[in-house]
């Protein structure tokens, strides 16, 4: 079983699973402070349908034509989500509860017909759902690669924007940044990061891969560029550890063990983290109450 | 009479359906610093973020300097609400006056040591170079209207806007924000603040805008605000000196 390992194919499976995860641990820090990291679980889940009729309208297996598909649908999600809430009293999160469960419903509808049909069986698109990054071929890594390496690089070009786009839009639409574009492309790196990561991760726990890093790297540092960084790391080495364990099996589906690896690095953030982490938390809160305590000694000591 | 830079003109604005603003018009002369004074609920910060474009216009113009305002945004600072960020974002005190600058540095350009140097000297201007590297998050609410004002400043706009920036300030930040304020106008700036506190509007503005929903009166604080007007702006449900906290919240259709 160590063959997989050793062949080149499975080097680029690894390689693509972890710049996956550097995308997606920088775009979900945008997420993180948009306040939208539930969104991206809307967005995915509302992908599955795009796949399957992809799919169904082609009648063939090429991730580019499945991933255009996947974006069409969540951006279709997206779109509905703030209809519903501009135009009724139903708020965002219960508009996201709904988008996603009917989309996802209908993904899962259209896969059973199309597992029924001639050859459907044979899709693979079940991966889809939990995500098979052994069933990847060449073509498909290229695709994910050139992806995951345009959204890391739109992200690293405008750093800067990006920053005060997040802290104060206000005041960054008074001094000339369109929030509008910065939406847009927002919109747009989110997408896809979801879509290219469906086939690895799986619609279902693609959202784990952009919430998980960040706010994990939240517990490391207090400040925006270490927060990217380290949140793209721990992406980046979720996504190849838990690609790594995966490839073990065989069968074995890639998303949970991606998802399970960023848990780790989760709840060592969580207990070890410098910034507010529970170990540090309470050191300081020792280190204060001996200071307190010294204290009252030599004041005890002077009167 | 000195020439009006800011000229608004039957201005309507509104959130949802209610109309919040309707037919507002005054012109406000260079170099003056104007108190927008008005019970909750009149719309003041609309107005502020209507004229500035951050909340859609139902009618009406505002010009700035005879230009409309995308060709002069560049000579326009805003100090928003300081509610209206996520304090807790990772970032210092220095960084977020340097963002006063990103309009000058360029888009998909880094800020230089010159920018940077040119932020510190606002955040020491506003007494806090003490505090540039200090978090975001654990900075005062008072040393974080500081900060603010400090990333207006470095702007180097020619008209600011402020929205309640001695809301819920000590005494210690609302004599240098005053200060501050003060030497702006010295040095030719027009400054409009919304404001509270009735009691000081006569010690720190010099033009008062009583507002509520549309303009009541405007013009020199010792002509205007008088106790009449301001009765008439508060619907007369207010006690006069000393008991701001009685104003009476609008509700009105």
Known sequence: ???????????????????????????????????????????????????????????????????IGAAISALMGAFLIQLIQSTTRITEDTAMGMIL???????????????????????????????????????????????????????????KEWKIYLFDPQFAKGIG????????????????????????????????????????????????????????CIGGLSGAIGTYISALGSGWPTGPFIVLVAGVFFTISLIFGKEKGIVSNYIQFKIQRKQLVNKQISLDHKG | MAESVIKVKELSAAYRKNTVLE????????????????????????????????????SGTVDFMGLPFKQAKKYIGYVPQRGSVDWDFPTNALDVVTMGLYGKIGWLKLPTRMHKEKAFHALKKMGMEDYADRQISQLSGGQQQ????????????????????????????????????????????????????????????????????????????????????????????????????????????
């Open chain 1, 101 to 159: 469960s009917i989309f996802f419903g209908a993904g899962l509808m259209l896969l059973t017909l199309v597992n029924r049909t001639a050859g459907g069986n044979q899709s693979g698109l079940d991966n889809f759902i939990f995500g098979q990054a052994a069933a990847m071929v060449k073509s498909d890594v290229i695709t994910m690669l050139m992806l995951a390496v345009i959204v890391i690089i739109v992200l690293f070009l405008g750093f």
């Open chain 1, 177 to 232: 940044l369109s929030i509008r574009g910065m939406n847009f492309l927002y919109t747009g790196v989110l997408v896809t990061t979801i879509v290219i990561g469906i086939q690895a991760v799986g619609v279902i726990l693609i959202a784990a891969l952009l919430i998980i890093p960040s706010v994990s790297a939240r517990y490391w540092t207090q400040s925006f560029k270490w927060m990217l960084i380290i949140s793209a």
């Open chain 1, 1 to 67: 079983m160590w063959s997989i390992l050793a062949s080149s194919t499975t080097q680029w499976v690894l390689a693509s699973t972890m710049i996956l995860g550097i995308a997606a641990g920088m775009v979900g820090c945008l997420a993180y402070w948009k306040k939208q990291s539930l969104m991206s679980d809307a967005l995915a889940h509302a992908a599955l349908p795009g796949v399957i009729i992809a799919f169904l309208l082609l009648q063939e297996k090429n991730l580019l034509i499945l991933i």
């Open chain 2, 146 to 253: 500081r900060v603010f004002l400090a990333r207006a400043l470095v702007q180097d706009a020619d008209i600011y806007f402020m929205d309640e920036p001695l809301a819920g300030v000590d005494a210690a930040t609302e004599r240098a924000i005053m200060t501050i304020l003060k030497e702006l106008k010295a040095n030719g700036k027009t400054v409009m603040v919304v404001h509270h506190d009735l009691q000081t509007v006569e010690e720190y503005f010099d033009h008062v805008l009583l507002l509520n929903r549309t303009v009541m009166n405007h013009g020199k604080t010792t002509e205007t605000f008088t106790k009449d007007n301001v009765a008439k702006t508060y619907g007369g449900n207010m006690r006069w000196m000393g008991e701001e906290k009685q104003y009476v919240v609008h509700t009105g259709k």
């Open chain 2, 23 to 58: 037919n507002v018009d005054f012109s406000v002369e260079k170099g003056s610093l104007t108190g927008i004074v008005g019970p909750n609920g009149a719309g003041k910060s609309t107005l502020i973020k209507t004229m500035l474009q951050l909340h859609p216009s139902l």
